[in-house]
């Protein structure tokens, strides 16, 4: 089921300004590093906070036999369920119905397709039911044919005032300010901090700055592919209805390798496509940290993990395990999920 919605966000696209990064040179950033008391203050004392905290210290600490260079101090993050919530379904996902809803008048003849019937009605378990190709036939004829600055500017448009339905919060607004922090307290230690998602390369870097602090250019995710166009003298990037690159379970360390052309010493996700790449970390010579978000809050967040169609946590739970991965347990370790709380 989860690569189902992965099809859909890498086709389709297929809060909260940062610390400036510091300055260069390892020296500056262990100075930085002693000068904050508590760089993450919404986790609770424990095991996961602690084996964050000791990491930055041993790798950035000059004269720590695990002491890694800024140039090598690689952390990649996963988006969906572990930098902002991914319930009931993936985010970029409403955002293509909603795309589809505003072009229904444009397309009389969807009033007698059942899957733009149901798309248009916001109906996704029935959209679902369409199974890949649904998906396929969905995105292909609502994100092809236009620009870059097009799209960007849809997606701007929708990130701004696209609601959730059980929150009432802005999408852009439920990202999680524990992640923020540990964001924010890895680049003020020198470490460069890069999204690698199954989701649409192009939905999130119009964004990724304002909410996480990351640059477009640090963003890694699925696509399609797109074509160099001259229209009325302008240099344009067009959109095409061709699938790319997903970047999802085996395909994220090839995005990372492509990407980054250097191995993450630090991973963090949330569910089994997340797996290759804590391992692909985990893999580096030296100290390296792997870090599973756990989703046990039903009261605050959602509570799901095992089974579950969106985020399953299923090989990734055991591996971690039986590996010493550390696992962040939402409600125990966070004392708040979103900066609003």
């Known amino acids: 089921m989860k690569t189902k919605f992965i099809l859909f966000l890498f086709i389709s696209s297929l809060i909260f300004t940062s610390c400036q990064p510091p300055k260069s040179g390892d020296e500056s950033s262990s100075t930085t590093k002693s000068a904050v008391s508590d760089p993450l203050p919404s986790w609770n004392e424990g095991a996961a906070k602690s084996s964050i905290l ?25 988006n969906d369920g572990n930098l902002w919530s991914e319930q009931p379904y993936y985010f970029q996902l409403q ?42 036939k969905l995105i292909m004829v609502s994100h092809s044919g236009m620009s870059s600055e097009e799209f960007d500017a849809e997606v701007m448009e929708w990130i701004n005032t696209a609601r959730h339905p059980k929150t009432n919060l802005l999408y852009k607004e439920m990202v999680y300010q524990p992640m923020l922090e540990v964001l924010d307290y890895l680049r003020a230690n020198g470490f460069k901090t890069f999204i690698v998602s199954g989701g649409g390369i192009d939905f ?13 250019e640090q963003v890694i995710g699925s696509s399609i592919k797109s074509k160099f166009e001259l229209i ?51 893999g580096t010579e030296g100290k390296s940290l792997q870090v599973y978000i756990h989703h046990t809050d039903g009261d605050r967040e959602w509570a799901y993990d095992r089974g579950s169609p969106i985020g399953g946590f299923d090989k990734g739970w055991d591996y971690a395990t039986e590996n010493g991965w550390t696992i962040v347990d939402m409600k125990n370790d966070w004392k708040k999920i979103y900066p609003k709380d």
């Not at 000059?62 to 800024?70: A, H, I, L, Q």
């Open 54 to 78: 000791d990491f930055v210290a041993a790798t950035t600490t000059v004269g720590s036999p695990d002491f890694v260079s800024s140039a090598d101090r690689i952390a990649t993050f996963d």
């Open 95 to 136: 955002f293509g119905l909603d795309r589809v809803k505003e072009m229904a008048n444009q397309h009389p003849e969807w009033k007698t397709d059942p899957l733009f019937v149901a798309a248009i009605a916001g109906d996704v378990p029935t959209v679902l039911s369409f199974g890949e190709h649904g998906l396929l």
């Open 204 to 216: 999130m870097r119009p964004w990724s700055q304002e909410v996480y602090g990351i640059p477009s």
């Open 232 to 282: 009325d003298g302008k240099g344009t990037i067009i959109k095409l209805p061709e699938l790319n690159f997903i970047d999802d379970k085996e395909g994220k360390p090839v995005g990372i390798h492509q990407h980054i052309g250097k191995r993450p010493i630090a991973a963090f996700g949330n569910s089994d496509g997340d797996l290759q790449m804590l391992q692909y970390s985990a």
